[in-house]
């Protein structure tokens, strides 16, 4: 079971129904949504200065690749920077309504993602995160 989650899309309706498949699948205790990219990096950064007074470190996130302000690979690089041995615990997925096969191949040189996809997020696709292959096509 995982702790906490973050979804970044700047769709709040995809957020919504994000968080409801994730509470409905017994999967995630708590979900938080941001639906600017920006704010969502500064929120996990923050996460991170808090660590060692025992804050949680978001242990599910989900992202969208077409974002305004910042997109997901531009998030990806920031985010890259963050402390390893606090991120390296968190399954980071894409979760996109991308069918562009170039993404999904620059998805998979990303050590650090966890999987790629597709939209929308359903309840057996939570089930399966524990033991999810890296990558499934979209």
Do not use: H
Request: with cysteine; proline share 6%; glycine share 2%.
């Amino acid at each position: 079971m995982f702790k906490s989650a973050v979804i970044i899309d700047d769709d709040p309706v995809n957020n919504f129904l994000c968080e409801k498949v994730l509470g409905s699948s017994d999967e995630v205790e708590r979900a938080k949504s941001f639906d600017n990219p920006v704010e969502a990096l500064s929120y996990l950064q923050g996460k991170v200065a808090d660590y060692e007074l025992k804050q949680d470190f978001p242990d599910l996130i989900l992202l969208d690749l077409n974002m305004p302000q910042l997109d997901g690979w531009n998030f990806l690089e920031e985010y890259r920077k963050l402390p390893k041995p606090i991120t390296e615990k968190t399954k980071l997925y894409i979760l996109t309504s991308s069918v562009d096969d170039r993404d999904m191949r620059k998805a998979s040189k990303v050590n650090f993602l966890s999987g790629f996809i597709s939209k929308p997020l359903t309840v057996d696709t939570v089930k399966s995160f524990r033991n999810f292959n890296r990558f499934i096509p979209a």
